[in-house]
């Protein structure tokens, strides 16, 4: 048996013994041995679909299988259940197939689980930061390089090229293992941080941030899949509403730290900073990360890659949200440059639906996993929770700075107690999971607590109310702690074991989807309806955003009043978002049980794979034992 320590990838060591076949693991993945077979890493091939159909639902009945057994023979019914679930791998095995690595450790101490755990946080705190340090900062940059609204580039096209490449990395860790994929991940977030802290104008600045986003999108997924292959699913609730809680800090230093820097120094010192976390987060990953880097052939492993897929998701998402970008603002809705980006974006998500259903061998989210009505639920909610966290991080800083005039650094303030609220509620929606093993009742009260908020913040007047601020901010912190690492579990809970990677992967996909989709919707429902209130022209209304103390006066006024009615359309689209995710989790997300059949055997350091074994060869014996008496018999009679 392998070491606790060891989540690597095991090895079927075939042999023939008294005409049949012997297989022996070490602990992690299947990989076979025969080089005459190619690598199959199809999730949607015949013999995980009949996997899928029997452990579809964890917590469900499992089929049984029927045995001829001798009576006598005494028979362990507490492993039935999880040998049953991991017969289905051992027979892909066994008959020639390559699968997917499969990295569960139940087994780890806690003090290595607690290495492992502050490890993904500080990790993923550093991917998180990037994303929300730059909210307030945004007004300063764009000032400074003569962005006007192409400001939003420098957001969207972080979040367009880390949404790409996390459906990638959800499959590719799978290959090559966690820690690879984490180095790397790293590595390319380094480059792009170094990057764009030398970039000159705005074009250079998104270019820059696109490059840090391949890399930043892999370590917040391979952070949750990391956690949730070491730790059981009821446990899960207590690890991800801690990581919940990290990524509230993250979200509530992040504009304070980036308006700080902003206003007293220079802007270019925010990417300096990531400079320094990144090397300490890469040591930490390389010396306490317990996970075992695989073996096996790379050209096999590099052409499993659905490159094509991930080639689609990042053209689609691009185009359509340059379409939604240009709407309204610099271009009218029925221009061609509005048009013919948004016909292309939707022609090629299209197409990668087509190759991801028909034409990819090695799917980047099969498509199957939507048939499970869980998933299917809690994706669509993710796409409006990245949508509206997103967007409420960036706008409600940016309509602190342009409507009230408040510095970069009081609008990171006036977010804290969102954030602080998003670390309880996050902290609290967890242990209630581990605790209850319930999580339906949090997400409905996240979900209707938060679209209350968002529709307070559209009634915000003119002249600033801290009251109403910070009162707001609560009660949209409540709704986001309570929504986002909960519905995690929940999807986790609806599908089998082998399938985790892939389906968190597939989630904060979604989920980044909807964030950039909501930045460009947000830029465009302001820009137009300013646009519209003021009768400016786009070049004058550039003007403005770039040195609104360049206008007069009464201009000025004009200005903060025509992007204030532009903010309260805003939130009112938010709200009725909110409102709609509550409908979906209603309907569509039943209570299951978060209880796994063979998680207690997991932590005892036994594998699916060793159970399955073990489980063949009882019922070998049993099949000899029960001919031997027959035998027997019929030379009596």
Sequence with gaps: MASPTDTGHSVENSSTVNGRRESTFTAGTLVEQDSDHDLDLESGSDSDKAADAKDQNCGASEEKKKTTSDPSQPKDDSNDTAVQAAIGSLKTVVSGKHVFNEQTNYALPFRKILAVFLTTGIVAMAALLDQTILATALTTIGQDLRAGSQITWVSNAFFLTSTSFQLLYGKVSDIVGRKVCLLFCLAVFFIGSLASSLAQDVIQLSIFRAISGIGGGGLITLSQVIISDVVSLRERGRYQGIMGSIIAISNGVGPVIGGTIAQRSSWRNIFHLQLGLIP????????????????????????AIDYLGAFLTLAAAALIVLGLNWAGGEYSWDSTHVLVPLF???????????HQWKGSKNPLMPLNIFRNTMVAGGSLTMFVNGFIFVTQTYNVVQMYQIVYGSSPIRAGILFIPLALMQTVSSTMAGFCVSRLGR???????GWAIWAVGMGMFSTLGIEPNVGKQVGFAILAGFGVGGTLQVSLVAIQSAVPRKQMAVVTATRNFIRNLGAAFGLAVAQTTIQSSARAQLGWNGAMLQRALNDPRSLEPDQLAQFREAYLIGFRRLFYILAGLASFSFVIVWFFMPQLS????????????????????????????????????????????
């Design 280 to 303: 300490f987060s890469a040591a930490l990953v390389i010396f306490i990360m317990p996970l075992k880097k695989v073996t096996g052939s790379w050209k096999k492993k590099a052409a």
């Design 344 to 354: 292309i974006g939707l022609a090629l998500a299209v197409v990668f639906v087509l």
């Design 439 to 445: 999580y339906r009742e949090i997400l409905l009260a």
């Design 594 to 637: 978060i209880d796994r059949a063979d998680d207690q055997q997991l932590k005892s350091g036994r594998t699916p794979e060793e159970l399955a074994a073990e489980k063949e060869r009882a019922e070998q014996a049993a099949r000899e034992q029960a001919g031997q008496q027959q035998s027997r018999e019929s030379k009596t009679v």
